[in-house]
């Protein structure tokens, strides 16, 4: 059973433009909610994250949007460039519990 | 990467056979994980540890065990490796829940 389910699996965006991914999760205890970037060849690495006090957490280019009524939260890239195409996953937790994973997206950002 | 090794990096082995893989780490965080990744799947536990000697299992926990004897070690072993363990096994270590530090992976094909 995926308990974080996200989309889309893969994602081409143009130079300059917003990339945006989303996720949805079902169990309302969960209060992490991080996003790892993964470059090929390398592990994933911690990117942004957010707890559920919060509606918008931004940093740089990246922001989080979380929706809690909705159990939505999702990442959006502004100003998206080349060096940004990577797989992105995101992830919940529940306090001191293991991080559950989304199945990726793949981004692709044209020149 | 955040000074763990993950050896092999790469192998190739024929169904059957026991693999071990080692996740070695030198930043004396106390949790340390394996996760396996494989498309249309991200990232999914195989089994995690909170302390020397002190594992716990996860999600996909079937046919792997794990070893910790020392903070910096953590071993994860195929008993007897099947096609269907092919895949890229990525460790991670963290000192609090939620943000991981991934190693570099290690690609591993059973023939």
């Known amino acids: 059973q995926q308990q974080v389910k996200q989309s889309p699996q893969s994602l081409i965006v143009q130079k300059g433009g917003i990339s945006i991914i989303n996720c949805a999760y079902e169990?309302?205890?969960?209060?992490?909610f991080p996003w790892y970037q993964q470059f090929p060849g390398k592990g994933p690495a911690l990117l942004i994250a957010?707890?559920?006090?919060?509606s918008e957490k931004k940093e740089g280019r990246f922001t989080i949007s979380f929706n809690k009524s909705a159990k939505q939260f999702s990442l959006h890239i502004m100003d998206s460039q080349p060096g940004d195409s990577a797989t992105y996953f995101c992830?919940?937790?529940?306090?001191?519990?293991?991080?559950?994973f989304g199945t990726g997206t793949r981004l692709l950002v044209s020149p | 990467d955040a000074g763990i090794t993950q050896s092999p990096r790469h192998k190739v082995t024929e169904t059957g056979t026991p693999v071990t893989l080692r996740c070695h780490q030198t930043?004396?965080?106390?949790?340390m994980y394996w996760y396996r990744q494989d498309p249309g799947h991200g990232l999914r536990l195989i089994h995690y540890?909170?302390?020397?000697?002190?594992?716990d299992k996860g999600e996909v926990s079937d046919g792997y065990s794990v070893s910790r004897s020392k903070t910096e070690d953590f071993l994860l072993t195929l008993e007897s490796a099947t096609s269907s363990q092919t895949s890229v096994y990525f460790c991670?270590?963290?000192?609090?829940?939620?943000?991981?530090?991934f190693g570099s992976g290690t690609q591993l094909s059973v023939l």
């Open positions: 991670a270590i963290s000192e609090s829940i939620g943000n991981l530090f």
């Open positions: 169990n309302t205890a969960f209060d992490y």
């Open positions: 957010i707890r559920p006090d919060v």
């Open positions: 992830a919940a937790s529940q306090s001191f519990q293991k991080l559950v």
């Open positions: 930043e004396n965080h106390r949790y």
């Open positions: 540890s909170y302390g020397v000697k002190d594992t």
